[in-house]
């Protein structure tokens, strides 16, 4: 993975913005941004201490080319989508899409941080909404709470027992899920055909970019 | 009824602010026949409504009254004051063009010496101050107002404070048989200088301003600083009449924005440096006027007066788009953001927040009675396929007064052309 790192990092030179367009998603709108700051004014993860650069201050970075302290930032994992900043955003920059877009590309070419609490999440969501076609969140609040080990798991449940009983009285939390039971969708092995065929076109469509890009 | 003489040598102008003043008076002085129309009662437009101009703080009044010393002066000029275009048939050098005149209820006896308005009790919002207060429904639009002659209300005609008022004129001037009339006349061309209007404020949603009585707009802020204003010229917050000396200036609220204005409404930058200057005489070194920005926009000469009021240690700027207005306790507003040189946020206080709303054509979303193109915008456009109807001033672009001017003269010189070109046909 981190192979994939070097050579974009080789092919792309100097030209981090240029890498950014053609390889993230929605990174086409980087150059759009006229850093007026409403984004990162908007923004209400402001108080978490993971929250190193603000939208707009990714932007620039990109543009002023610096690759390393974009794809070592934490900034675009720590999007919420409030969509805040993309409704606000004076040029109509979908800033919240652009975000994902940069995180999901540092993933892609291993340069995502290790032990990324939201990272982690989106990774944890999706292996347990694609299993059945539907989340199973008992299931998925025990992957969370257990996720820096046992003892913190347990402190973390009994705090939040009195919501899940709560929860679990009216009706809309079903502790059967615990053991794979609870709600699925209808044609599991449909939905898991279509997710495979996602995934081919996604890789075909990634590779080909990775393998033209950059070279004109 | 109201007679018109209008030919198709004639020029007809449309609104009779800054620009239509202009462009029928640089007509008229060359000799042709103008037909002035304006909707409001007076004309000056929105240029009265300031209380000074920049880059040379003089007062409005001044230019004006120079302008109306021309007009006077001129009986080429026919001045149709409460009328509205209603349709234009025909084609450039043959226009036919349809007016609607609403009743004023006062003709031209009236010497506006004011014995209707006492005799008058009812009040009506004072549209000349934006609403920030109330007139008798029997009143002189603004001191400056030409004609100078009193407007009833239609809401008091046909009740006993119409009768009063045709009882207290000592002149026979309350005439309350008026009708709405509509007159159609002919004209060779035309100037459309319908001008603009405040961006409404309350659509920027996170600003506050339909919330929070302590944030006002560019153009109120003016009405507050004048002495003939509804605070006196005292700056005087809203929600508990406090002196507001800890002032916000947001720029670009609703300008240079694709959820609201597209455009750089130009005038905004320089308004609000120019604001600065109202605060620092009212209150000298208490006076604190806090700017925030994306960028200045004080275009050529204009660059000197912003250097002056940068040196100003009682006035701030913050490089950032307010990202949100809330309000503590004490009533006063709240700016929220990030400062992008240094990325740091703030939520800062103030007693009073102006927002320097944008430039909005009077003329989006209104058709206008003849094919105009306009722009993304709604501005009017030359329309190569039309080539009698000129735009002038605000109807064409967002404009200070100064290039307002310059754009009514430009359109003035083309409309002669046309009407030159019928008098050579007709011999």
């Not at chain 2, 005799?119 to 000349?128: R, S």
């Amino acid at each position: 993975m981190s192979n994939l790192n070097e050579q974009m990092a080789d092919r792309y030179k100097n030209n981090f913005l240029k890498e950014i367009e053609e390889q993230a998603e929605m990174g086409e709108w980087v150059k759009m941004c006229m850093q007026c700051g409403l984004c990162s004014g908007s923004c209400p993860t402001h108080f978490h201490s993971g929250w190193d650069h603000p939208p707009q201050e990714i932007f620039m970075l990109i543009r002023a080319g610096k690759r390393e302290e974009v794809l070592n930032s934490q900034g675009m994992y720590m999007c919420t989508s409030c969509y805040n900043c993309y409704v606000r955003c004076p040029r109509k920059v979908p800033v919240t899409h652009v975000m994902h877009g940069i995180a999901e590309y540092a993933y892609r070419i291993g340069r995502a941080p290790k032990a990324q609490p939201t990272l982690h999440l989106s990774k944890t969501f999706w292996t347990n909404a694609t299993k059945y076609g539907r989340v199973n969140e008992v299931q998925l609040t025990q992957s969370l709470y257990f996720k820096d080990g046992i003892g913190s798991g347990i402190k973390k449940a009994m705090e939040m027992q009195k919501e899940a009983l709560g929860l679990v009285m009216a009706g809309r939390l079903n502790p059967m899920e615990a053991l794979g039971m609870g709600h699925k969708c209808k044609d599991v092995s449909g939905i898991h055909k279509m997710l495979a065929k996602a995934e081919e076109l996604e890789a075909k469509n990634k590779a080909a970019k990775a393998d033209t890009a950059g070279k004109e | 009824m109201t007679s018109v003489v209008a030919t198709n040598q004639t020029i007809l102008v449309v609104g009779g602010g800054i620009s239509g003043m202009t462009a029928a008076l640089e007509a008229a002085e060359t000799g042709k026949q103008v037909v002035l129309v304006e909707r409001n009662p007076y004309l000056g437009g929105r240029t009265v409504q300031l209380y000074r101009y920049f880059p040379k703080m003089c007062h409005p009044t001044c230019g004006l009254e120079i302008n109306l010393r021309r007009l006077k002066a001129n009986p080429r000029i026919q001045v149709l004051t409460m009328a509205e275009v209603t349709g234009i048939t025909g084609g450039k050098g043959n226009y036919s063009v349809s007016l609607k005149l609403k009743p004023r209820f006062v003709n031209e006896n009236c010497t506006a010496c004011g014995d209707c308005a006492q005799a008058v009790q009812t009040e009506i919002d004072d549209a000349y101050n934006y609403n920030l207060t109330k007139v008798k429904a029997a009143f002189l639009p603004s001191i400056f107002a030409y004609p100078q002659r009193y407007v009833i209300d239609p809401s008091i005609v046909g009740g006993a404070e119409g009768e009063a008022a045709k009882a207290a004129c000592k002149y026979n001037a309350v005439d309350l048989t008026m009708k709405e009339e509509t007159v159609t006349l002919n004209a060779g061309a035309i100037v459309w200088a319908t001008g603009w209007k405040p961006y409404d404020a309350e659509k920027i949603v996170y600003y506050g301003y339909d919330r929070f009585p302590n944030v006002v707009t560019n153009v109120e802020f003016e009405r507050m600083a004048d002495p003939r204003g509804p605070t006196g010229g005292k700056i005087l917050r809203p929600s508990d009449g406090k002196e507001a000396k800890n002032v916000a200036f947001i720029q670009c609220a609703g300008s240079r924005d694709e959820n609201h204005l597209r455009h750089c409404s130009r005038f905004c930058c320089m308004g609000s440096l120019k604001q600065t200057h109202y605060v620092q005489e009212a209150f000298g070194d208490e006076g604190k006027s806090t700017i925030y920005y994306i960028d200045i926009r004080a275009i050529d000469r204009f660059e000197d007066f912003y250097q002056k009021v940068k040196a100003n240690p009682n006035v701030s700027f913050v490089k950032s788009k307010v990202a949100r207005i809330t309000q503590d306790k004490d009533g006063n507003p709240v700016c929220n953001g990030v400062n992008t040189e240094g990325y740091l946020r703030y939520a800062t206080a103030h007693d009073l927040v102006v927002l320097a709303v944008g430039m909005e054509p009077e003329v989006k979303g209104v058709s206008i009675p003849a094919e105009v193109m306009s722009d993304s915008s709604g501005f009017v456009m030359a329309d190569p396929a039309n080539a009698g109807i000129f735009g002038a001033g605000c109807a064409t672009n967002a404009l200070d007064v100064n290039r307002a001017v310059q754009s009514a003269t430009a359109a003035a010189l083309r409309a002669i052309q046309v009407v030159n070109k019928v008098a050579r046909a007709e011999g």
